[in-house]
């Protein structure tokens, strides 16, 4: 009779910090070998992306969302090259918690000076001559200017902007950092275009979806005259608060939600939402428009709503 012995805690623990995932070296010290691991392998309860690393949850792959794809292929990459490697461009980005990153990034690792094993399993290898870490999840990561630097170049407008919003609405910049992103980029390929989407950037923005729409508002003309907009009654009294904001008259807004989904799909979340939105509309100081964040992409009814809603309001006002 086969004796099923459980996985070691411990091993468990460091799976949970590293998105499910460990490695060959790390289950040897926890006391599961070779044949166990091959056991587990073909009886499904584990599998191996790549050499030398393990899948301890196969099927969670399944349930999780963008943010956490992101950072389950940056351990992937870290553990695939050993302990000496470092996060760097989006995989470091996504470990230090930027919001706007592409729903799935290649794993990207810089590896010590001299080490010169090849890109493998879809992981992207670098090296760099000198670069500033810090420490995330017990391994080192590119610091946020430096790994900015490192990915803003290969990134879309929309997302290279996001990022940028991000990094600042999250506070891992601050606006004088940002000048020295620009700087770092020197010389990388596809940096002297990305430099032309710095005076696009705007920290205000609290997610991805929000970055977009403005953006889409840019490229057609009807940028907001504000961001974060807070409305008041004649008291002074708060009544809500607007992603984005136009002057329909001198008394009045256009305001422009942006739902993301991690926070709005919550129960409580959708109920204030509401109640936000009837305070706006009932004391007569604002217009609101939802939006998805389907809405805020290209081709997307972001634009054609805002301009619709505006003429008639204003319209209504000259009247």
């Not at 411990?10 to 091959?38: I, T, Y």
């Not at 290649?106 to 493998?120: C, H, K, N, S, Y």
């Not at 390929?189 to 990305?194: L, Y």
Request: include cysteine.
């Amino acid at each position: 009779m086969t004796i099923r012995l459980p996985v070691p805690q411990d091993l468990c623990a460091l799976a949970a910090v590293q998105r499910g995932l460990v490695s060959a070296e790390q289950c040897e010290r926890a006391g599961v070998g070779a044949d166990r691991r091959r056991r587990l392998v073909k009886s499904g309860a584990w599998s191996r992306p790549t050499h030398g690393v393990f899948d301890t949850d196969p099927q969670s792959a399944a349930r999780t969302g963008p943010r956490e794809r992101r950072e389950r292929a940056t351990w992937g990459g870290l553990l695939a090259y050993g302990p000496d490697a470092i996060a760097v461009g989006c995989s470091a980005l996504a470990l230090l918690g930027n919001r706007g990153l592409p729903t799935s990034i290649r794993p990207e690792v810089a590896l010590p000076r001299g080490d010169r094993r090849r890109p493998r399993a879809g992981i992207l290898v670098r090296q760099y001559s000198e670069m500033e870490t810090r420490p995330v999840g017990g391994r080192r990561v590119a610091s946020p200017i430096w790994a900015l630097a490192q990915a803003i170049p290969g990134l879309g407008r929309d997302h290279a902007v996001a990022v940028l919003d991000s990094a600042l609405n999250r506070r891992h910049i601050t606006e004088q950092e940002l000048h020295q992103v620009a700087e770092l980029m020197r010389g990388r390929r596809g940096a002297a275009t990305a430099r032309t989407w710095f005076r696009l950037v705007d920290g205000r923005a609290e997610s991805a979806p929000e970055t977009f729409a403005r953006l889409r508002c840019h490229d057609a003309g009807v940028l907001p005259d504000d961001l974060q907009v807070v409305v008041r009654d004649s008291q002074r009294r708060f009544l809500g608060r607007g992603d984005l904001g136009w002057w329909v008259d001198r008394d009045r807004w256009l305001l422009a939600e942006i739902d993301g989904r991690e926070f709005h799909a919550r129960p409580a979340a959708l109920l204030e939402d509401r109640r936000r939105q009837n305070r706006l509309v009932t004391r007569g100081r604002a217009n609101v428009l939802r939006f998805a964040p389907e809405d805020t992409l290209p081709g997307g009814i972001l634009v054609s709503d805002v301009r619709a809603a505006l003429a008639a309001l204003r319209d209504d006002a000259a009247a």
